[in-house]
């Protein structure tokens, strides 16, 4: 086999010394316009699970990697003169020009072909000449650009201007240090590299960037301005650079990262910030996995389909993660007042890779000096602490999502709605949420959707309210009213979601004349007379909740239901004073929350669901989201819950574990509302992260408790808790104790080769 690598990074180095080492016959070939010793950066960290992937499959490199690696466990969170430490870590890291001659000498004694300052043929001639083509071009691959057809790329870039430095002393940590100057905020990212040299990022928004002036210096000035903003950190002493120049973070996904016999990797292929510290990590691992799938494959293209199977998932992981890093770092500025540990433990979890569980096996004390900030009580894990909502003080921060579940007849709840909410009610959440409850006959969304426009609906829900006050005690029970908008008449979920009725629809009202998808129903839209009887067809639906004895109102104006759709720009078309600028949008649902309000009791708390991006080009805004929130408060709104989507047909969701919580994050900052995180949280760990966090006030979750009704129960008995934000009904208390389970063997390495 002949194969050709265009690039002389760690990833293209690492996977042709694999590449030859697994089989000596190859005829490998490294392209590499640069000299030996030219590279850019200082240190590169890597973790323990990378390194353990290095010493199966080459213990010749991980040995040398050994002998020059800086270990240490402890990061430094410097925020307005207080240092916080958090140990328990793991990091280890040495030069990058260091890492570049272990991984020649290795390439050089193995029979790799290396071509310094030279450029490589063309992908064409190379895909023509060889039988493998690896392309580790980087971030600005001109291979990804000359198949771009095929790769698909997408490249966005950020809000944040950053720079490569270095000082000559190593720091004894991890150290994030915040700036806070006339011009805005700066941060700090250094960590030690070698026993006498530390790699220092310096970061700030590109307004920031601009007032302080950096785009008008020379680099040397830049690079002392630094310095003296960042003396401290740095003992005095002065910062060098290595051809650095201030850049702006650009995130690479590719749709495919292989055509016939040409493969993407590392940065060619993906980059994700270099605030989690993943380049050099991800270009080494995707050696690592093309390397195996080339042995276990009986072809090259059925190994490059393997290799992108295996590590697009990985690699989409990462991505997620450290976006949510980076958009931590772009919006720093609105975490600066918060209590110091506090401060410390959001910066610590920002990826979502870090949570409370493991940073507290990490550091047991730094996370639990953050939780006796917080208010923990001894013993109690943030998601059993109590929240209060006007009247209601709710006994732990697990809310039961509104699901709804088209199972009743005639708009009435049955015994099917008494069993599943008594079930979640019995489960041990400080609330649980009805599903999107209709304000009239046509509102609803299904002929199975549940009501609250007649009294005999009023009286079927006073038994499910009856119920969980009387069997589960200390459990709240909310109703979530609302109307399906242009969204309404249609089938069953599990008969087709969103499709009209064969047959038997009903008219349909929106704020104006726009089908929800192709072939949807046109709905009416709202005159002003009809929109007087909608609002009171909301006043008369909560008065009948309230005599219901449901303890919470939720307003329900998200996911494209009538509320939604004037809150949208691209579903409110209207011109009149209910159109046009989000003033006006807001007018109407405004009218129905205070005409809501004005019947709902007033020891009772209300909150609204809004959709705080419609995932689509020209919608609301994360800015909208913040305006919203703030209009609603205003109003009286005790606590926002903050969803996205389902407003548009053509939306395009970044769906990921906790995708929506950066929302509400958001809008509690901004805004200085509480807040209801809701979306892909499914973990005790993810909760009690996020609460404590401050990312959040109450944590709502779905599809958990459809998997598991007592969710909650479970929850405490896995964390070995009993207090009292939490209490397990009589007759289960017998299986409060966690059942034992069969032990499980953790994955062998991807790829070993012995000595």
Same mark, same amino acid.
């Given at each position: 086999?002949?194969?050709?690598?265009?690039?002389?990074?760690?990833?293209?180095?690492?996977?042709?010394?694999?590449?030859?080492?697994?089989?000596?016959?190859?005829?490998?070939?490294?392209?590499?316009?640069?000299?030996?010793?030219?590279?850019?950066?200082?240190?590169?960290?890597?973790?323990?699970?990378?390194?353990?992937?290095?010493?199966?499959?080459?213990?010749?490199?991980?040995?040398?990697?050994?002998?020059?690696?800086?270990?240490?466990?402890?990061?430094?969170?410097?925020?307005?003169?207080?240092?916080?430490?958090?140990?328990?870590?793991?990091?280890?890291?040495?030069?990058?020009?260091?890492?570049?001659?272990?991984?020649?000498?290795?390439?050089?004694?193995?029979?790799?072909?290396?071509?310094?300052?030279?450029?490589?043929?063309?992908?064409?001639?190379?895909?023509?000449?060889?039988?493998?083509?690896?392309?580790?071009?980087?971030?600005?691959?001109?291979? @990804?650009? *000359?198949?771009?057809?095929?790769?698909? $790329?997408?490249? #966005?870039?950020? %809000? +944040?201007?950053? &720079?490569?430095?270095? =000082?000559?002393?190593?720091?004894?940590?991890?150290?994030?240090?915040?700036?806070?100057?006339?011009?805005?905020?700066?941060?700090?990212?250094?960590?030690?590299?070698?026993?006498?040299?530390?790699?220092?990022?310096?970061?700030?928004?590109?307004?920031?960037? @601009?007032? *302080?002036?950096?785009?008008?210096?020379? $680099?040397?000035? #830049?690079?002392? %301005? +630094?310095?003296? &903003?960042?003396?401290? =950190?740095?003992?005095?002493?002065?910062?060098?650079?290595?051809?650095?120049?201030?850049?702006?973070?650009?995130?690479?996904?590719?749709?495919?990262?292989?055509?016939?016999?040409?493969?993407?990797?590392?940065?060619?292929?993906?980059?994700?910030?270099?605030?989690?510290?993943?380049?050099?990590?991800?270009?080494?691992?995707?050696?690592?996995?093309?390397?195996?799938?080339?042995?276990?494959?009986?072809?090259?293209?059925?190994?490059?389909?393997?290799?992108?199977?295996?590590?697009?998932?990985?690699?989409?992981?990462?991505?997620?993660?450290?976006?949510?890093?980076?958009?931590?770092?772009?919006?720093?500025?609105?975490?600066?007042?918060?209590?110091?540990?506090?401060?410390?433990?959001?910066?610590?979890?920002?990826?979502?890779?870090?949570?409370?569980?493991?940073?507290?096996?990490?550091?047991?004390?730094?996370?639990?000096?953050?939780?006796?900030?917080?208010?923990?009580?001894?013993?109690?894990?943030?998601?059993?602490?109590?929240?209060?909502?006007?009247?209601?003080?709710?006994?732990?921060?697990?809310?039961?999502?509104?699901?709804?579940?088209?199972?009743?007849?005639?708009?009435?709840?049955?015994?099917?709605?008494?069993?599943?909410?008594?079930?979640?009610?019995?489960?041990?959440?400080?609330?649980?949420?009805?599903?999107?409850?209709?304000?009239?006959?046509?509102?609803?969304?299904?002929?199975?959707?549940?009501?609250?426009?007649?009294?005999?609906?009023?009286?079927?829900?006073?038994?499910?309210?009856?119920?969980?006050?009387?069997?589960?005690?200390?459990?709240?029970?909310?109703?979530?009213?609302?109307?399906?908008?242009?969204?309404?008449?249609?089938?069953?979920?599990?008969?087709?979601?969103?499709?009209?009725?064969?047959?038997?629809?009903?008219?349909?009202?929106?704020?104006?004349?726009?089908?929800?998808?192709?072939?949807?129903?046109?709905?009416?839209?709202?005159?002003?007379?009809?929109?007087?009887?909608?609002?009171?067809?909301?006043?008369?639906?909560?008065?009948?909740?309230?005599?219901?004895?449901?303890?919470?109102?939720?307003?329900?104006?998200?996911?494209?239901?009538?509320?939604?759709?004037?809150?949208?720009?691209?579903?409110?078309?209207?011109?009149?004073?209910?159109?046009?600028?989000?003033?006006?949008?807001?007018?109407?649902?405004?009218?129905?929350?205070?005409?809501?309000?004005?019947?709902?009791?007033?020891?009772?708390?209300?909150?609204?669901?809004?959709?705080?991006?419609?995932?689509?080009?020209?919608?609301?805004?994360?800015?909208?989201?913040?305006?919203?929130?703030?209009?609603?408060?205003?109003?009286?709104?005790?606590?926002?819950?903050?969803?996205?989507?389902?407003?548009?047909?053509?939306?395009?969701?970044?769906?990921?574990?906790?995708?929506?919580?950066?929302?509400?994050?958001?809008?509690?900052?901004?805004?200085?509302?509480?807040?209801?995180?809701?979306?892909?949280?499914?973990?005790?760990?993810?909760?009690?992260?996020?609460?404590?966090?401050?990312?959040?006030?109450?944590?709502?979750?779905?599809?958990?408790?459809?998997?598991?009704?007592?969710?909650?129960?479970?929850?405490?008995?896995?964390?070995?808790?009993?207090?009292?934000?939490?209490?397990?009904?009589?007759?289960?208390?017998?299986?409060?104790?966690?059942?034992?389970?069969?032990?499980?063997?953790?994955?062998?390495?991807?790829?070993?080769?012995?000595?």
């Amino acid at each position: 086999m002949k194969v050709a690598v265009i690039g002389g990074g760690p990833g293209g180095l690492y996977a042709a010394a694999l590449l030859k080492r697994l089989d000596p016959d190859r005829e490998i070939t490294l392209w590499e316009r640069n000299a030996p010793d030219d590279t850019f950066g200082f240190g590169v960290v890597l973790s323990d699970e990378t390194l353990g992937g290095i010493e199966h499959a080459d213990p010749v490199v991980y040995d040398a990697l050994q002998r020059d690696f800086v270990r240490w466990d402890a990061i430094d969170i410097v925020h307005r003169g207080t240092t916080h430490r958090s140990s328990g870590h793991g990091f280890a890291a040495l030069g990058r020009k260091r890492l570049l001659e272990i991984l020649h000498t290795r390439c050089r004694a193995l029979g790799v072909d290396i071509r310094f300052r030279t450029e490589a043929p063309s992908p064409d001639r190379l895909s023509a000449s060889y039988d493998l083509v690896i392309a580790a071009d980087g971030v600005r691959s001109t291979t @990804r650009e *000359a198949y771009a057809h095929v790769f698909r $790329p997408q490249v #966005s870039a950020h %809000r +944040c201007r950053y &720079i490569w430095l270095a =000082a000559d002393f190593p720091f004894d940590a991890f150290r994030f240090e915040i700036a806070e100057t006339e011009h805005g905020v700066l941060q700090l990212h250094g960590y030690p590299y070698a026993p006498d040299a530390s790699t220092v990022i310096v970061e700030m928004r590109e307004e920031v960037w @601009r007032a *302080a002036g950096f785009d008008d210096m020379a $680099p040397h000035e #830049s690079v002392e %301005r +630094c310095a003296k &903003i960042f003396a401290d =950190a740095l003992r005095g002493q002065p910062l060098r650079s290595n051809n650095s120049a201030w850049t702006t973070f650009r995130t690479v996904v590719d749709d495919r990262w292989s055509h016939g016999n040409v493969v993407l990797l590392g940065d060619a292929a993906h980059t994700a910030h270099f605030s989690i510290g993943s380049g050099t990590k991800l270009a080494v691992e995707d050696a690592l996995a093309l390397a195996a799938c080339l042995r276990e494959q009986s072809d090259v293209r059925s190994a490059l389909a393997a290799y992108e199977e295996e590590r697009k998932p990985v690699v989409a992981s990462t991505q997620r993660a450290a976006r949510a890093s980076l958009e931590w770092f772009e919006n720093l500025s609105l975490y600066l007042d918060q209590p110091p540990r506090q401060f410390a433990f959001n910066l610590l979890t920002r990826s979502r890779r870090v949570t409370h569980d493991n940073l507290r096996v990490r550091d047991a004390r730094f996370t639990g000096a953050v939780e006796r900030e917080f208010g923990c009580p001894a013993g109690t894990p943030p998601m059993f602490t109590p929240f209060r909502l006007r009247g209601l003080t709710l006994r732990n921060r697990v809310v039961v999502s509104p699901m709804d579940m088209y199972s009743a007849t005639d708009g009435v709840p049955g015994d099917f709605h008494l069993v599943h909410l008594g079930a979640r009610a019995l489960g041990g959440a400080g609330l649980v949420m009805t599903e999107m409850v209709c304000v009239s006959e046509e509102g609803r969304i299904t002929p199975g959707c549940a009501g609250l426009y007649s009294g005999r609906q009023a009286e079927a829900w006073r038994r499910v309210t009856d119920f969980v006050h009387t069997r589960a005690p200390g459990t709240a029970i909310g109703v979530q009213l609302g109307h399906s908008g242009r969204k309404g008449s249609t089938k069953l979920m599990w008969e087709g979601i969103d499709e009209p009725l064969p047959h038997g629809n009903w008219p349909l009202v929106a704020a104006s004349p726009l089908p929800y998808k192709p072939g949807s129903q046109i709905p009416r839209q709202l005159s002003r007379a009809q929109l007087t009887d909608l609002r009171e067809q909301f006043t008369a639906a909560a008065w009948r909740a309230a005599r219901a004895g449901f303890d919470l109102l939720e307003l329900h104006c998200a996911h494209g239901y009538l509320l939604s759709g004037f809150l949208s720009p691209l579903t409110n078309r209207r011109t009149d004073a209910y159109g046009g600028s989000l003033e006006k949008r807001l007018r109407f649902p405004l009218e129905v929350f205070d005409a809501v309000r004005a019947v709902w009791p007033a020891e009772r708390p209300m909150t609204v669901r809004i959709s705080a991006t419609d995932w689509a080009e020209g919608g609301t805004s994360a800015e909208d989201a913040v305006g919203i929130a703030r209009a609603f408060a205003a109003h009286g709104a005790d606590a926002i819950d903050v969803s996205t989507g389902q407003v548009v047909d053509g939306e395009r969701p970044e769906f990921g574990r906790s995708y929506q919580t950066p929302f509400a994050d958001r809008v509690r900052h901004e805004a200085g509302v509480p807040v209801i995180a809701v979306g892909a949280i499914s973990s005790w760990d993810d909760v009690n992260s996020l609460i404590l966090a401050g990312r959040t006030d109450l944590c709502a979750l779905g599809r958990p408790h459809l998997y598991d009704p007592h969710w909650t129960l479970h929850a405490a008995a896995e964390q070995g808790y009993e207090g009292p934000g939490v209490v397990w009904p009589a007759p289960y208390r017998a299986g409060s104790r966690r059942p034992q389970t069969g032990r499980t063997d953790a994955p062998k390495p991807r790829l070993s080769l012995g000595g």
